[in-house]
Nanobody, 124 residues
């Protein structure tokens, strides 16, 4: 499975961005999808996840982004999205999408496939 993330950029604090991640080479609905981020000098951190069905009930978020970020997926387009609103300078990081082959609700960092990352920079 190959994952291609896009949509990053430079935005002012309080602004919004939507990241996309398109998968190819596999059956998209076999995979739970996650978003992670890595800020300069820090370890990669969990942002959120959504299971194979895309049900909003399966969304899970890190506490610092809950209520500001929303994950969704379009299984017909093999794409998962990360809508980021009310962005803060501390959201500046490289954002990665990842795929975990499971029908269950896995929580962790052991994803099977990772995208290349897209830079998000939030200016104050």
């Amino acid at each position: 499975v190959q994952l291609q993330a896009s949509g990053g950029g430079l935005v002012q604090a309080g602004g919004s961005l939507r990241l996309s991640c398109t998968a190819s080479g596999g059956t998209f609905t076999d995979y739970q999808m996650g978003w992670f981020r890595q800020a300069p000098g820090k370890v990669r951190d969990f942002v959120g996840q959504i299971n194979w069905s895309g049900s909003s009930e399966t969304e899970l978020y890190q506490s610092t982004v809950k209520g500001r970020f929303t994950i969704s997926r379009d299984n017909a387009k093999n794409t998962v999205y990360l809508q980021m609103n009310s962005l803060k300078p501390e959201d500046t990081a490289i954002y990665y999408c990842a795929a975990k082959r499971t029908k269950g609700g896995y929580v962790g960092y052991e994803y099977d496939y990772w995208g290349q990352g897209t830079q998000v920079t939030v200016s104050s």
